[in-house]
């Protein structure tokens, strides 16, 4: 089993910046490539960022590319998103998940889930 909880999102004018933290928890931990998705109020859940836990590929959304960086600390369990020059359309729950299927854009690759933290941003 994987434990994952989100912390850092709240409430940040368009421009801004927020890192959003994922805690995790688990003896297989190291196993998974771990992933950023989120959600809009009335729309469906997207990817946003991944990243292999011991390799450090990293794969983007085009929406956030340039503005966004996923990256991990091994040693602390934790992956992050830092995410820039943020705007209006990134308002959303964003989720943190750990998984190995084939497709890293898609939710159904990934097993675990965190609870999710809100990100909105004031234009």
């Known amino acids: 089993q994987v434990q994952l909880v989100e912390s850092g999102g709240g409430l940040v004018q368009a421009g801004g910046s927020l890192r959003l933290s994922c805690a995790a928890s688990?003896?297989?931990?190291?196993?998974?490539?771990m992933g950023w998705f989120r959600q809009a109020p009335g729309k469906e859940r997207e990817f946003v960022a991944a990243?292999?836990?011991?390799?450090?590929?990293?794969l983007y959304a085009d929406s956030v590319k340039g503005r966004f960086t996923i990256s991990r600390d091994s040693a602390k369990n934790t992956v992050y998103l830092q995410m820039n020059s943020l705007n209006a359309e990134d308002t959303a729950v964003y989720y943190c998940?750990?998984?190995?299927?084939?497709?890293?854009?898609?939710?159904?690759?990934?097993?675990?889930w965190g609870q999710g933290t809100q990100v909105t941003v004031s234009s």
């Open positions: 998940a750990a998984g190995n299927g084939a497709a890293w854009v898609y939710g159904r690759s990934y097993d675990y």
């Open positions: 688990g003896r297989t931990f190291s196993r998974y490539r």
């Open positions: 990243v292999t836990w011991t390799g450090g590929s990293t």
